[in-house]
């Protein structure tokens, strides 16, 4: 079984621009979930989907942000426009639906430079 | 608001040596708290999960602990290798709304050497 996957691995982009990170999660995973992680500091909840709903998008640093699951499959995260501090390695996880002590199965992560 | 603290930030130990991680907790109002381990450049894999009724999971070497009142949780290892160095990571998680928001520690660097 694939596990969760995420493109690309390292974007490096010029503060302004615009960039869009992809989540695979785990065939017939219904919650997916984004993270990230600014250098130096914790791992930060961003957003919370249930297929194609947010179920909660309270961790989301500002309308820069767009994250979007159309049809419940793979998500993606758009950054627009790119601020040096958004720079940071994005997790995506997935899980089963039902209760949420069903563990999250994470990506490897992109890694976000701007510059 | 929730905040985890782990310590110690870091660790390095000769190969055989028994661990202990330290996770603490302001909130106790928590509905499970999870141990991660992220190896460099690779996602965050989980290690055990404990309930907010349970006071321990066992897997293998690793033994984790929960004491919700006093905002503790130990990650014990026992007979450390080599190949257990990685970040290791508590995760606090809470219920909010429809969604259970998890809270992260920072980590900490454990290296094993030979």
């Known amino acids: 079984e694939a596990g969760v996957t995420q493109f690309p691995s390292h974007s490096v982009i010029e503060k302004g621009q615009t960039v869009t990170l992809r989540c695979d999660p785990i065939?017939?995973?219904?919650?997916l979930y984004w993270y990230r992680r600014v250098m130096g500091k914790e791992i930060k909840f961003l957003l919370h989907?249930?297929?194609?709903?947010?179920?909660?998008e309270s961790g989301m640093p500002n309308n820069r942000f767009l994250a979007e699951r159309t049809g419940g499959t793979y998500s993606t995260l758009k950054v627009q426009p790119a601020e040096l501090e958004d720079s940071g390695v994005y997790f995506c996880?997935?899980?089963?639906?039902?209760?949420?002590?069903?563990?999250?199965?994470f990506g490897p992560g992109t890694r976000l430079t701007v510059t | 608001k929730q905040e985890v603290t782990q310590i110690p930030a870091a660790l390095s130990v000769p190969e055989g040596e028994n661990l202990v991680l330290n996770c603490s907790f302001t909130?106790?109002?928590?509905?499970?708290l999870q141990w991660f381990r992220q190896d460099p450049g690779k996602g965050l894999t989980s290690l055990l999960l404990?309930?907010?009724?349970?006071r321990e999971q066992t897997s293998g070497r690793l033994n984790a602990s929960l004491d919700k009142s006093s905002g503790r949780s130990t990650l014990y290892i026992a007979a450390s290798q080599p190949g257990d160095s990685a970040t290791y990571l508590c995760?606090?998680?809470?219920?909010?709304?429809?969604?259970?928001?998890?809270?992260f520690g920072r980590g900490t660097s454990l290296i094993v050497h030979p």
């Open positions: 909130d106790s109002a928590i509905y499970n």
């Open positions: 996880a997935s899980s089963q639906s039902g209760t949420v002590s069903y563990e999250q199965y």
């Open positions: 995760a606090v998680r809470r219920r909010a709304g429809g969604s259970y928001i998890p809270t």
């Open positions: 404990i309930q907010s009724s349970q």
């Open positions: 989907f249930v297929k194609e709903s947010k179920q909660d």
């Open positions: 065939s017939g995973h219904d919650n």
